[in-house]
């Protein structure tokens, strides 16, 4: 390949390089210690010492450099791996350089036109490969490694690469380590010995930073029960994370197509870039920080002086910008006022002098932002104008007074009409709800004239609320301080609880930009009956079913409305069980609609991945709350190694977020903490619960005696400062239980999570529930592949060991066809809420490439129509997938069937519904065979769905199961009997001469080919005399009678039509003959060995058959055309012939050379390990 020209001061230094061409000009050396002559130590010292002195040929043997006439200063312009790649770059030098060079007079003007042209082919070679990174030419050299030491499809797209070690035991191993879409792959050649390392994203379980004596500080990789570490590296947090957003890029889109179809960024694999993922990672941390809507990306960052008005003095944070938001930040401290942009709602401020370079934004609330010390700030001035559609003008510029008399006048503005929201930076009008009230306040209006202390509380802490809006602002607008999380903790009033949780979930924003949203998924939603709405309908009275709310019809109609809604909304998750409870919470404080916003801001960004089949997220958060009892609880730890037990309890206390365990007055204050400090204060606070019950849970002897404990310490905790009435309030406890059991106040016990437990980081979370879901996901995986290989074993012969191969590549085959397009037909039908056996299924293209891998004959050309014909009969259900059971059957058959086994498969291949007619796929419409089709490449004649995915049974939320046909379908599996051979339909004239066929191409490259073809020709020949015999057998006694004549019509027409038959007929025959295999001395051999029919009878019609065989011999060229068999179609019913399975048995149980090559034993760990190593190459080719 072309280099960058880099200047060689040494042409050769230590004797490094020979020779091998030279002119005036040019000079191609090889490394010394490759090539002929090469002597084993030479070259393994020789490498290392080449490294060190050529910084870009590395570990290439060629290169050319380019002499500065009259100097001894060299140029590096080209390197080779192979010598047919660097005598083509000398080829071209000669033709396309020399002559030119001749006509400059200067050596400098020589030098400056060859590093010139050099770049200029860099330059084009980097516009076709579509390199995008800072340093190309660089980039470049590392991608043709990449491809040419790993062979990885083109197709691959390198993201980045890093200088590292790899530690092999106690032994590094200096190399790079190359991190590409797909693949993680790392490579070292050092004295002799090379390293070759590829692990694709999908199958690695942790990855993690990790330090220990030997190594300070290296990366963690465990995949296939096997431990990788790197270390070395120059930056490796900066790696770990390139490598964390990688491999949770290839999760999301190979495991969690829900998340992954939320992320339009990262759609094309072919356009995955580092910068990309960085800047992805930014706006996904921006978005989770400020709790802002997934449309939302960061745009612009700029640190400033922001004036706090409560504090009196300038604060250091960060302005960040998104496409609707401006957000501020200070380090160490929560997110400071969230404000929508919109029309007059920015204002810069101060003289434009480098020493007041001042921005003042008018926001909502009759407050102004005033911002200091911008580094940028016209820059941010002119994207705020923008964004809220304010024109530059001249006034932007003006005096200071100026500028304040403009932001007094819009605040003048706010104050006189405060439902202004046109003019302010703020909330929009939300589109009318269902329901316009919260369900608490129409089932519990507070009274203002009660003076019952639990009131006069409340009242105090509504109290402390406006005293904190008055000073910090309210809404978008507000400052969030250790104030606000102190009011938090003590507890939301009654009153307020719905406008906080819309704000601090950022619920809030996604209604504002969603205007009448939710009416019409009413209006769309009701009156729908899906699978969802069943469950939805089963669930509703089992809501909070104690509180008088979910009493009426009021309540019930609500939570209705808001489910249905939200399964319209996101069909991928329809509905889960514990949605019902958490919705009628929310629909207790919050107006339908905004109950219907904090779903989704629950669901989709909250709490991602807990609601649906598998519940990914909660499964992720009850491992990362076992780490955090191994940190913060040791002396449990220590009496309890297994912590799967606090999983499985804790379970449904992240799902709920403790609503199913503890009353409802006291659950909605953990709520509170929720939306403020998102899942952190769950785990804090089931932190705080065991460690309240630390002493008896170590006491206990079992895990039932264990659930008892945790039972009795819920049921007892109160909030005696609630104001709701005793009919409301849920009480599990007697009066005698609560005397003998102590109360514990839910204020207290979230303080105390908050004291003991507060130093629990959110990023740390995040990066632990990131680490963690490698691990969660290849859990579930592995049980899946238990289960399928437990259901396949019972009925093939192979290994555990073997069948565990198997699966791999079953699996892989399915995710390389995933890899490379945007939209997967692979990905399309792949739905891990199928059962098992169905997760995973390959289409006819996956199916071919795979079934060509593991074939224990060599069919030559044939393959492909082989494949299709196995494919189709093996998918028993016709939907033009097949699964792994299926895959292992016809696998098990040829590798360890009997010979019976074998051909009754074969002859089945020959029947419909796998053969119809056409023995190769050039003439199908249906399925291509030169490309791959847009969507799944259908092998029968079935329809596609209007989105292209196939499906067994009804998806979630989609619609209605059909339960008939599932016990219609188990019926069927259970009466369902073993076939014999006498149940075998019999084989006709173009399905047995393509059986004849297809034999001949399994016998291709045998060392007994000659043999086997001869014995296959006896047979056919002697089943053809057979069938001929038999006719003339059956019939009658009478005189013979003279050809059938043709139909009434006029003589002419009938005559002609029986001589196109016969024509027909010969050339079907003839067909045949030209297809039969034969060499130089075969035929006369064939025709001895063949029974030959009387002259009488070869000419008549019944003979044609004998005649076809005696011309039908195998052919060893070629495989048969793929007309032939259409050519061959039966004639007429006179002329028709056919076998049972029983006579071709019968008749090639006689040739032992064929029934040893049946029989012959396949030795499938060979066949696998090929597979393994090849099943990339064949897309890279």
């Not at 009156?527 to 009021?554: K, M, N, Y």
């Amino acid at each position: 390949m072309w280099l960058k020209p880099e200047e060689i001061l040494l042409k050769n230094a230590f004797k490094l390089w020979v020779t091998e061409n030279d002119n005036d000009y040019f000079v191609l050396q090889r490394r010394r210690g490759y090539g002929e002559g090469a002597g084993g130590l030479t070259g393994l010292l020789v490498e290392p010492w080449t490294r060190s002195w050529t910084s870009t040929s590395k570990v290439a043997p060629f290169r050319i450099l380019h002499l500065t006439p009259d100097s001894q200063i060299y140029w590096s312009i080209a390197c080779g791996g192979t010598k047919e790649e660097i005598v083509k770059h000398w080829d071209w030098l000669q033709q396309n350089i020399m002559r030119t060079l001749a006509v400059f007079d200067s050596s400098d003007d020589i030098t400056s036109f060859v590093q010139g042209k050099i770049r200029g082919l860099i330059a084009e070679e980097g516009k076709s490969s579509m390199v995008q990174e800072e340093d190309p030419e660089r980039f470049r050299e590392a991608l043709l490694r990449f491809h040419k030491w790993f062979e990885l499809p083109a197709k691959e797209k390198l993201v980045t690469y890093y200088s590292c070690s790899y530690w092999r035991g106690r032994v590094p191993c200096q190399g790079w380590l190359y991190l590409s879409t797909n693949f993680l792959c790392f490579y070292s050649y050092l004295l002799g010995a090379e390293v070759k390392l590829v692990i694709s994203w999908d199958e690695i379980w942790r990855l993690e930073k990790t330090s220990n004596v030997i190594l300070t500080e290296s990366i963690h990789v465990q995949a296939h029960g096997e431990n990788h570490y790197f270390s070395m590296f120059l930056h490796l947090h900066e790696t770990f994370l390139l490598m964390e957003q990688l491999a949770d890029y290839s999760v999301k889109r190979l495991f969690d197509k829900e998340s992954f179809n939320r992320e339009p960024s990262l759609c094309d694999p072919l356009q995955i870039t580092k910068r990309g993922l960085e800047t992805h990672a930014r706006s996904e941390q921006f978005r989770m920080f400020f709790r802002l809507p997934r449309e939302e990306n960061l745009l612009e960052v700029h640190e400033s002086f922001l004036w706090v008005p409560f504090s009196h003095f300038n604060a250091l944070g960060k302005i960040c910008l998104s496409e609707s938001y401006l957000c501020l930040r200070q380090p160490g401290r929560h997110p400071v006022p969230r404000h929508h942009p919109h029309p007059r709602g920015g204002q810069r401020g101060e003289s434009p002098t480098p020493a007041g370079r001042s921005l003042t934004v008018c926001v909502r609330g009759k407050r102004a932002l005033r911002f200091s010390e911008v580094r940028y700030y016209e820059r941010l001035a002119g994207t705020i104008r923008s964004r809220c559609g304010i024109a530059s003008s001249p006034q932007h510029s003006a005096s200071t007074e100026t500028i304040k008399g403009e932001c007094q006048t819009l605040i003048n503005h706010f104050e006189d009409n405060p439902d202004d929201v046109t003019l302010m930076v703020g909330q929009r009008d939300s589109s009318k709800a269902v329901s316009t009230e919260a369900l608490m306040t129409v089932f519990h209006p507070q009274d203002v004239e009660n003076l019952d202390p639990k009131m006069l509380k409340e009242k105090m802490k509504e109290q402390s609320w406006n005293i904190h809006f008055t000073e910090y602002g309210r809404g978008t607008s507000m400052f969030f301080t250790k104030k606000t999380r102190d009011l938090i903790v003590r507890g939301v009033p009654e009153a307020l609880r719905g406008e906080l949780w819309m704000l601090f979930s950022g619920a809030v924003n996604d209604m504002a930009t969603h205007p009448g949203y939710y009416t019409e998924l009413v209006e769309h939603s009701l009156g729908t009956s899906t699978l969802a709405t069943d469950e939805i309908e089963r669930d509703l009275h089992r809501s909070l079913p104690e509180h008088p709310a979910f009493q009426s019809d009021t309540g019930i109609s609500a939570l209705r409305r808001v489910l249905t809604a939200y399964a319209s909304r996101n069909p991928k998750i329809g509905y889960c069980q514990a949605m019902n409870i958490l919705t009628s919470v929310l629909l207790l404080y919050a107006k339908e609609e905004e109950a219907f916003w904090l779903l989704v801001a629950v669901c989709e960004r909250m709490l991602p991945d807990y609601f649906n089949r598998r519940i990914i997220g909660a499964l992720v958060d009850q491992a990362v709350f076992e780490e955090l009892i191994r940190d913060h609880l040791p002396q449990l730890v220590e009496h309890m190694a297994d912590l799967s037990f606090f999983s499985s309890v804790s379970l449904s206390w992240f799902l709920t977020l403790f609503v199913s365990v503890l009353p409802i007055e006291s659950a909605v204050n953990v709520v509170d903490c929720f939306f403020y400090d998102g899942v952190k204060a769950i785990l804090q606070l089931g932190l705080a619960v065991l460690g309240a019950n630390m002493e008896a849970l170590i006491s206990c002897h079992d895990d039932a005696e264990a659930v008892t404990i945790l039972n009795k310490f819920f049921d007892s905790v109160t909030n005696k400062d609630s104001p709701l009435p005793p009919t409301v309030q849920q009480a599990s406890l007697s009066n005698s239980d609560r005397s003998s059991h102590a109360t514990v106040d839910i204020s207290e016990l979230i303080r105390e999570s908050y004291e003991k437990y507060g130093s629990i980081r959110s990023e740390d979370v995040e990066s632990s529930r990131k680490r963690n879901k490698l691990f969660v996901i290849q859990t579930l995986e592995d049980t899946t592949k238990q289960n399928v290989l437990r259901v396949v074993s019972q009925e093939v012969k192979f290994s555990a060991s073997q069948l565990d191969d198997l699966y791999y590549l079953f699996k892989r085959q399915h995710f390389l066809s995933c890899y490379w397009m945007i939209d997967s037909p692979a990905l399309m039908h792949h739905d891990p809420s199928q059962p098992y056996l169905d997760q995973y299924q390959l289409g006819f293209q996956q199916f071919s490439l795979l079934f060509s891998l593991l074939e224990p004959w060599a069919v030559c050309s044939a393959s492909h129509s082989l494949s299709l014909w196995v494919c189709r009969l093996i998918d028993h259900n016709q939907d033009g997938l097949v699964n792994f059971k299926e895959f292992c059957s016809a696998l098990d058959i040829f590798y360890h069937g009997s010979f019976t086994d074998k051909l009754k498969f074969l002859f089945k291949l020959h029947l419909p519904p796998a053969f119809t007619g056409a023995p190769s796929l050039s003439g199908e419409r249906r399925v291509s065979a030169s490309q791959d089709p847009p969507h799944l490449a259908r092998l029968t004649a079935f329809e596609l769905p209007e989105d292209g995915v196939i499906r067994k049974s009804p998806e979630r939320g989609r619609g209605k199961v059909d339960l008939q046909a599932y016990l219609k379908q188990w019926q069927d599996e259970i009466l369902k009997k073993e076939e014999t051979i006498k149940d075998l339909p019999r084989i006709n004239q173009a399905q047995f001469i393509q059986l004849s066929k297809t034999m001949y191409n399994l016998f291709h490259g045998d060392p007994e080919e000659e043999e086997l073809y001869r014995a296959v020709a006896r047979v056919t020949s002697l089943l053809l005399r057979m069938e001929e015999v038999g006719r003339r057998l059956q019939e009658p006694a009478s005189p013979k009678k003279p050809p059938p004549a043709p139909p009434a019509g006029p003589p002419g027409e009938g005559e002609g039509e029986g001589e196109e038959q016969r024509e027909e007929q010969a050339s079907s025959s003839s067909a045949v003959q030209k297809d039969s295999p034969t060499s130089s001395s075969s035929p006369s051999t064939v025709q001895k060995d063949s029974p030959t029919s009387s002259p009488a009878s070869s000419s008549s019609p019944t003979s044609s058959p004998t005649s076809a065989v005696q011309k039908d011999s195998p052919s060893s060229s070629s495989p048969p055309p793929t007309s032939a068999v259409q050519r061959d179609s039966p004639v007429s019913g006179e002329v028709d012939w056919s076998f049972s399975f029983e006579q071709i048995l019968a008749s090639l149980l006689n040739e032992p050379k064929v029934v040893f090559f049946f029989e012959r034993p396949v030795d499938a760990d060979a066949r696998l390990a090929h597979a393994r190593a090849q099943q990339l190459r064949p897309r890279a080719k």
